[in-house]
């Protein structure tokens, strides 16, 4: 069952807000990274690198938890649970997109090896709130 996300959750989300993300390690505890994310339609979408540990987690396990704390109220929180999915995306426009949202200014990948992808997380629940 999919989850819509609400105007108030969809309006933190894309504004330059760090996001936190939460995926499953082997041994079931928790492993969290700050991210840059936005959303694509109701799907939250971040930049990350195969080989990562959050991309391997992701692989055994699909199941993520992103959270946002606006920094000007930080009683102001959303969060969203859901699967990820894995895309490829070897021209690294989505990394490129976010920098432009967070620096303000085009990203230069520091490896060129890196085999850029991108997380697609397609909510089944979403809080947003005080």
């Known amino acids: 069952m999919t989850a819509s996300l609400s105007d108030h959750a969809r309006?933190?989300?894309?504004r330059p807000v760090l996001a936190t993300v939460g995926t499953v390690e082997p041994d079931g505890s928790p492993?969290?990274?700050?991210v840059?994310?936005?959303?694509?339609?109701?799907?939250?979408?971040f930049s990350t690198i195969r080989?990562?540990?959050?991309?391997?987690?992701?692989?055994?396990?699909p199941r993520v938890s992103i959270s946002?704390?606006?920094?000007?109220?930080?009683?102001?929180?959303v969060?969203?649970?859901?699967?990820?999915?894995?895309?490829?995306?070897?021209t690294g426009k989505l990394i490129d997109d976010l920098s432009h949202k967070y620096r303000g200014n085009?990203?230069?990948?520091?490896?060129?090896a890196n085999k850029r992808v991108i997380v697609r997380v397609v909510p089944t629940r979403v809080r947003a709130g005080h």
Request: net charge negative; proline share 9%.
């Open 51 to 61: 080989g990562r540990r959050k991309t391997e987690n992701i692989e055994r396990d």
């Open 36 to 45: 840059w994310a936005h959303t694509d339609g109701d799907a939250v979408v």
């Open 79 to 90: 969060e969203v649970r859901g699967r990820a999915e894995l895309v490829d995306d070897p």
């Open 68 to 77: 946002w704390i606006d920094p000007a109220d930080p009683m102001d929180t």
């Open 31 to 34: 492993q969290l990274t700050v």
């Open 11 to 14: 309006n933190l989300i894309e």
């Open 106 to 112: 085009a990203w230069i990948e520091p490896n060129p």
